[in-house]
């Protein structure tokens, strides 16, 4: 795994990570772009209990998965960024360990509702996942998954090389409206853009 640098990224508006991803192909653009400038005031998770059981239950998460699939996580605190864009980054939960203990995969630890359908599930974090595949030029990925608190299962994901030429795309293209100034659409369709279909 190569990256051209890590560093931490606190501040939002200074690039675009793995959450930005699903804004921009779910076509919300204007609300990602005014989030990053500061008009849309995000919201306070501090009290949201789905996003707070997420935060919560991660490590969890990453033992029930090693237990489950027999595999080893290594916990991640780096952020890593594109090696061509600086403000390409990625902040992941983890990477899955080979049994040299060698990085094979990203790791990414979700808890969800009881009632999410299992078919949405990968569609729901897939442009994360690619974002993240993207940037730590990892090949696979691991969706760990916790429905409410009766069900688990993890998802094995491989790299999407044309969604990710595509994903590319419409991140350049929204950086450019960052750096002029200029507001995107209200929404814009990532597949008329990047002239594809997932």
Do not use: C
């Not at 999407?160 to 100034?181: C, P, Y």
Request: glycine fraction near 6%.
């Amino acid at each position: 795994m190569t990256t051209k640098s890590t560093k931490k990224i606190l501040d939002r508006s200074t690039g675009i990570g793995g959450s930005d991803a699903t804004y921009l192909v779910e076509g919300d653009w204007l609300k990602l772009y005014q989030i990053k400038k500061g008009v849309w005031e995000q919201e306070d998770l501090s009290f949201v209990l789905p996003v707070q059981l997420g935060i919560h239950t991660e490590s969890f998460n990453r033992e029930w998965f090693m237990a489950m699939n027999d595999m080893n996580v290594e916990e991640q605190q780096s952020t890593f960024v594109h090696k061509d864009y600086d403000y390409i980054y990625a902040n992941v939960d983890g990477f899955v360990l080979s049994n040299e203990f060698k990085p094979i995969g990203i790791f990414e630890a979700k808890h969800t509702n009881a009632f999410m359908k299992e078919d949405k599930v990968i569609d729901k974090y897939y442009a994360q996942i690619q974002h993240y595949m993207m940037v730590t030029k990892m090949n696979q990925a691991w969706l760990s998954v916790i429905f409410g608190n009766l069900k688990y299962k993890s998802y094995h994901i491989q790299q999407d090389k044309d969604f990710q030429k595509r994903l590319l795309i419409a991140e350049k293209l929204f950086w450019e409206h960052m750096v002029s100034g200029n507001e995107p659409a209200d929404h814009v369709d990532f597949d008329a853009i990047t002239g594809g279909t997932k």
